[in-house]
């Protein structure tokens, strides 16, 4: 069974950092795009990083891009979402995903996890 977790989520201060993990479990995932996204209360879920299979490449939302950072570790079947300089507008639920070999920064995502609360106080 292909199961998604993610972990590190909880409540952070405005201008503070996070780092989100997503393991991943049930299969290999290195020749997998893996991708994270968001959903705020009242809101659609919306892309924030991707990072291709080989780990080259990387994509982030224009609100995050310079703050928040993309990476994987193959070996470890995880990924992981570093935010830094943290703002009330960055909470929202984070879900991380994965899909093979392309990226696109819509939800069309095979995997998905169930999600991790951050809140950002202000």
């Known amino acids: 069974q292909v199961q998604l977790v993610e972990s590190g989520g909880g409540v952070g201060q405005a201008g503070g950092s996070l780092r989100l993990s997503c393991a991943a479990s049930g299969r290999t995932f290195s020749s997998y795009v893996r991708a994270w996204f968001r959903q705020a209360p009242g809101k659609e879920r919306e892309f924030v990083a991707a990072?291709?299979?080989?780990?080259?490449?990387?994509y982030y939302a224009d609100s995050v891009k310079g703050r928040f950072t993309i990476s994987r570790d193959n070996a470890k079947n995880t990924v992981y979402l570093q935010m830094n300089s943290l703002k009330p507008e960055d909470t929202a639920v984070y879900y991380c995903?994965?899909?093979?070999?392309?990226?696109?920064?819509?939800?069309?995502?095979?995997?998905w996890g169930q999600g991790t609360q951050v809140t950002v106080s202000s």
């Open positions: 990072i291709s299979w080989t780990g080259d490449s990387t």
């Open positions: 995903a994965a899909r093979k070999l392309r990226v696109v920064l819509s939800p069309q995502y095979e995997y």
